[in-house]
């Protein structure tokens, strides 16, 4: 059982380029989402989605776009790159419970460097 | 605006000492609250949560306390064990329709010294 896998674990852009950060879960979660994580700094949401072709924003969404065509996976794209998106990228899921917390289960986190 | 803060960004233990990491909150809508646990290169990982209608909850050596007049809760760990040694997360969300977003913290590093 996988759980959560996000690929690539490193990369290194440099300003203007683009790339996508994937996520596939295997646990048949139907929400999702994507979380970023600034040295010295809690996570702050970017996207999120809670059913296939279901996505909506976060915290932080500026600069990002991102899909559902499936529930296992939630790809995350930066168009155009810059500086102030380095940082590391978390991919999440859980099952939506009626009463109770919902609990995430994260990725292993992308580390995003922008030059 | 943070909604939820942890105003220690380290604490150091000794082994076999009770660790106590602070969480606290501004938005009373908040129904429950987690705390996650975070090593280096790897994901938070969930450790505990309690609903906001209760006062405690207890899990092995890790216990959640919440006192929801002075919106603040705190994890303790009993005892301390160099493996406890990680980043630790406070997060709360709320009920119904919005139950599904967590807001964190900015950690606490922990660590625990043989």
């Known amino acids: 059982n996988a759980g959560v896998t996000q690929t690539p674990k490193f990369r290194i852009l440099k300003i203007g380029q683009s790339m996508t950060l994937q996520c596939t879960q295997d646990?048949?979660?139907?929400?999702m989402y994507w979380y970023r994580q600034d040295p010295g700094m809690g996570l702050k949401l970017i996207y999120y989605?809670?059913?296939?072709?279901?996505?909506d924003k976060g915290e932080v969404p500026n600069g990002y776009n991102v899909s559902r065509s499936t529930t296992e996976d939630f790809p995350l794209r930066l168009e155009l790159a810059a500086p102030s998106q380095t940082s590391v990228y978390f991919c999440?899921?859980?099952?939506?419970?009626?009463?109770?917390?919902?609990?995430?289960?994260f990725g292993a986190g992308s580390r995003l460097t922008v030059l | 605006d943070q909604q939820v803060k942890q105003n220690s960004p380290s604490l150091s233990v000794q082994e076999g000492r009770i660790s106590i990491l602070n969480c606290d909150y501004t938005?009373?809508?908040?129904?429950?609250f987690l705390w996650y646990k975070k090593y280096p290169a790897e994901g938070p990982t969930f450790l505990i949560s309690?609903?906001?209608?209760?006062d405690k909850n207890e899990d092995g050596r890790f216990t959640v306390f919440l006192n929801k007049s002075a919106k603040h809760l705190s994890l303790h760990i009993v005892p301390s064990q160099p493996g406890d040694s990680a980043v630790y997360f406070c997060?709360?969300?709320?009920?119904?329709?919005?139950?599904?977003?967590?807001?964190f913290g900015k950690g606490t590093l922990l660590t625990v010294n043989p």
């Open positions: 999440a899921s859980s099952y939506p419970v009626r009463s109770g917390a919902n609990v995430l289960t």
């Open positions: 646990m048949n979660h139907n929400y």
């Open positions: 989605s809670v059913g296939a072709g279901i996505t």
């Open positions: 938005n009373s809508m908040f129904d429950y």
């Open positions: 309690i609903s906001s209608i209760k």
């Open positions: 997060a709360a969300t709320g009920s119904g329709g919005s139950n599904y977003k967590l807001t």
